[in-house]
C-alpha cells in the first residue's frame, strides 16, 4: 500500500513539474513592425509634362504582442493618403450605361491611418482565427511569391483595386503540410471605412495546395453584392494562382483573375492573366521579369476601363539584410491604341525590421 502511495506521489509531482516547465517556457513578448516603400521615376513618355517623381509608397509602423503560445494582438498604422476613387454610372431607360464619371475624394499626404488592429486565437496548430481589422488573403500568396511588393503591386491590387485589409473575421485550417483552406466575412468596404448602411457584407475563401516541395498552388472565390435603388448587383471573382520555386536559384509564377460585375455595373466584365518570375545571379543580386494582361471582356465603358498590357522588368540589390534596392523598367500600353505608351525607369526601395 505505501508502494502505490508513493508512486501515485510521484506520478503526481512529475506531472505538476512538466506543467509548470510548460507555463515558464513561455514569456510574453512584443515586436515592433516597420516597413517602408519609396520611389523615384523617370517618365520617359512622350508628352509627359510630370518628368520626375519622388513619393514614399508606404510606411507601415505597428506592434505585435503575444500574450501566450495561443493569443496575440497586432496593431499597425499606415502612412498614406487616404483616397477614394470610383466611378459614376448613369443608364438608360434599357438599364444601358451611357455616362460615366471618375470620382475621387483625395485626403492629405502621409496621413495616419490604422490599417491593421487584429486579436488572433490559436486553439491548435492547424486552426487560426483573427478578429478585428484584418490581414486578407487573396493575393497575399501572389504577393509573397512575386517579392517585390515595393517595386510594384500584384495583379488583383493594382487593377482590382483589393483593399489588403478589412473589418471583420478570418479563420485557417491546415490539413496537412500540403493542403489548407480559409475563410473570411468581412464588411467588403476595406480598412479605410466602416460598414455601409446597407450591411452588405463579402464572404471568401480559398485553398492552398502544395503538392510538392518547390510547388505551391491556390485558388480563391470571393462574392459580394450590393443593393441600389432597390436592384441588387452581385459582384464576383475568381482567381487561380501557381508557382514554381528551385531552391533559391529561380522562381516563375502565373496567375488568372476574373471579375463578374466589376465595381457592381452590371456586365462589366474584366479578367486578366499576370506571369512574373526571378533568377537569382548572386547572393546580393537578382533580376526580375512581369507581364500584366488586362482585358474588358464586353468592352463596357472601354474609356474607363481600358484593355492593357505592362510589362516590368529590372535588378534588385539587397546589400544587408531588411534593405532593398532596385533599379527597374516599368512599360504600359493600352490595346485599343499601340501608339500610346507610357514609359517608366524607376529607382525603388525598401526596408524593414
Request: charged letters at 20%; hydrophobic letters at 40%; glycine letters at 8%.
Amino acid at each position: 500500500m505505501l508502494n502505490k502511495i508513493i508512486v501515485l506521489i510521484s506520478f503526481m509531482t512529475i506531472t505538476l513539474f512538466a506543467v509548470s516547465q510548460n507555463d515558464t517556457l513561455f514569456r510574453s513578448n512584443g515586436k515592433t513592425i516597420v516597413q517602408v516603400f519609396g520611389n523615384f521615376d523617370s517618365n520617359l513618355s512622350e508628352g509627359a509634362n510630370q518628368k520626375y517623381r519622388f513619393w514614399i509608397g508606404r510606411a507601415h509602423f505597428g506592434y505585435q504582442y503575444s500574450f501566450s503560445e495561443q493569443w496575440q494582438a497586432k496593431i499597425v498604422l499606415d502612412a498614406g493618403r487616404p483616397t477614394t476613387a470610383g466611378y459614376a454610372i448613369v443608364y438608360d431607360s434599357l438599364m444601358n450605361p451611357v455616362y460615366s464619371q471618375l470620382e475621387l475624394n483625395e485626403g492629405s499626404y502621409y496621413t495616419m491611418t490604422l490599417k491593421f488592429a487584429s486579436l488572433e486565437w490559436k486553439p491548435s496548430d492547424n486552426i487560426t482565427l483573427q478578429a478585428g481589422s484584418v490581414l486578407l488573403n487573396h493575393f497575399i500568396t501572389q504577393e509573397k511569391f512575386w517579392g517585390y511588393r515595393y517595386v510594384a503591386q500584384t495583379f488583383q491590387d493594382k487593377y482590382f483595386g483589393l483593399p489588403s485589409a478589412d473589418l471583420g473575421f478570418i479563420g485557417y485550417y491546415k490539413v496537412n503540410k500540403k493542403f489548407g483552406f480559409d475563410f473570411s466575412l468581412t464588411n467588403g468596404e476595406g480598412f479605410r471605412s466602416d460598414q455601409d448602411w446597407l450591411g452588405s457584407v463579402k464572404i471568401a475563401s480559398g485553398i492552398d495546395f502544395n503538392p510538392f516541395k518547390f510547388l505551391q498552388t491556390r485558388i480563391y472565390y470571393e462574392y459580394f453584392k450590393q443593393n441600389s435603388g432597390g436592384s441588387i448587383t452581385e459582384q464576383q471573382m475568381f482567381s487561380a494562382f501557381a508557382g514554381y520555386r528551385f531552391k533559391n536559384k529561380f522562381r516563375i509564377g502565373a496567375e488568372y483573375n476574373y471579375r463578374l460585375n466589376n465595381l457592381f455595373v452590371k456586365n462589366l466584365d474584366i479578367d486578366g492573366v499576370s506571369v512574373f518570375g526571378s533568377f537569382t545571379i548572386s547572393k546580393k543580386f537578382e533580376y526580375f521579369l512581369r507581364y500584366d494582361y488586362l482585358r474588358n471582356i464586353n468592352n463596357l465603358i472601354p474609356e474607363a476601363f481600358p484593355a492593357r498590357e505592362t510589362v516590368i522588368t529590372g535588378f534588385q540589390f539587397s546589400p544587408v539584410k531588411g534593405v532593398n534596392l532596385a533599379l527597374n523598367y516599368q512599360v504600359n500600353k493600352l490595346i485599343a491604341d499601340y501608339q500610346k505608351f507610357s514609359h517608366h525607369v524607376l529607382f525603388s526601395f525598401e526596408y524593414k525590421f
